[in-house]
């Protein structure tokens, strides 16, 4: 089903999927009114190791690494 469905898997941790859908419905409601682009930044798969030490540095954004 995730192949062939064309499905996308979104990786979070320690949080059940309902609390997850709130959090990501009040980032939708408030993007004009919220930098959230600060909060997150996207990195490409070339760029994890770095991504994987930038995450303990403080006030660093959280990353999504994304696939070619």
Request: proline fraction near 7%; avoid cysteine.
């Amino acid at each position: 089903m995730v192949i062939f469905g064309n499905r996308r898997i979104i990786g979070s941790r320690h949080y059940e999927a309902s609390t997850f859908r709130g959090a990501s419905d009040l980032m939708r409601r408030t993007l004009d009114k919220y930098p959230w682009a600060g909060v997150f930044r996207k990195v490409p798969l070339e760029e994890i190791n770095e991504a994987f030490i930038q995450q303990d540095r403080p006030r660093s954004p959280a990353r999504a690494i994304v696939p070619n």
